[in-house]
């Protein structure tokens, strides 16, 4: 017979993370449900009204139908946020969890997923790009008015190549990622753990990232080099 312990363990890796109580999950669950699928205006005023009940914090959004949320308690968002159609939210980390700040805009199937122990903050003005996919095991941090363009994949974590055995047995490592104010990171770019990406950057579609690239930098190819100063 199977042991509470053990459905507990199966049932929070089948919602992804672990709730902040069966509560609230029930609760949040119903509220996504009635809620998250009715289109138009309708819908999101509805939406900003009874998400407050369930969100860590909510202001004046703009929610479209169709988004998917996980880890709602720990998410965050700010005034004048737009969140479009099949993005998908997962605000579980053990802190800080998902922040988006004022002004942003995260596009059509965007994929946002918190799952170290730090979480991903988006400043103000900032924008995610369609089908982009950015996950947090060591935290994420993205200025303001930063540029995200579709398709990038942005991963703060690592399997390590040390050792033996089954390389999904291993406990990641990770360092961070942090994406400096006003840069812009084109289509299609990959970054890894443990790069930092200065204020002013400029990014160019198709590059890896593997190094830190300094302020006010236009950087291009794999592994992504500088090739000219901003003036």
């Known amino acids: 017979m199977i042991s509470w312990k053990r459905f507990k363990d199966i049932y929070f890796s089948y919602i992804e993370y672990e709730p902040k109580s069966v509560f609230h999950e029930f ?8 809620f ?12 900003m009204g009874f998400y407050k009940l369930i969100f860590k914090k909510v202001g004046f959004v703009s929610i479209k139908n169709g988004v998917e949320f996980k880890g709602v308690n720990k998410i965050s968002l ?3 946020v737009t969140i479009k159609k099949h993005a998908y939210l997962n605000g579980y980390a053990k802190d800080n969890g998902l922040i988006i700040g004022n002004h942003c805009t995260i596009d059509h199937y965007a994929y946002l ?3 170290g122990i730090n979480g991903i903050t988006v400043g103000d003005g900032s924008y995610i790009g369609p089908f982009t996919q950015i996950i947090s ?18 991963v703060s974590g690592d399997h390590p190549t040390e050792g033996k055995g089954d390389v999904n047995k291993i406990v990641k490592k990770s360092k961070g990622i942090t994406i ?3 840069s812009w990171i084109g289509a299609n ?3 890894v753990d443990g790069v930092n990406i200065g204020k002013g950057v400029i990014i160019g579609a198709g590059a890896v990232v593997t190094k830190d690239i300094p302020d006010n930098s236009i950087a291009v190819g794999v592994p992504a080099r500088v090739v000219k100063k901003r003036r």
Do not use: D, H, Y
Request: aromatic fraction near 12%; charged fraction near 10%.
């Open 27 to 34: 609760f949040s669950e119903i509220v996504l449900f009635m």
């Open 36 to 47: 998250s699928w009715i289109p138009t205006l309708v819908g999101i005023f509805l939406r």
């Open 78 to 80: 700010g005034n004048f």
């Open 113 to 115: 997923k918190c799952q």
């Open 137 to 154: 095991v060591g935290p994420i941090n993205i200025g303001e008015n930063v540029l995200i363009a579709g398709q990038c994949f942005i």
């Open 180 to 182: 400096g104010r006003g």
């Open 189 to 191: 770019v990959k970054i």
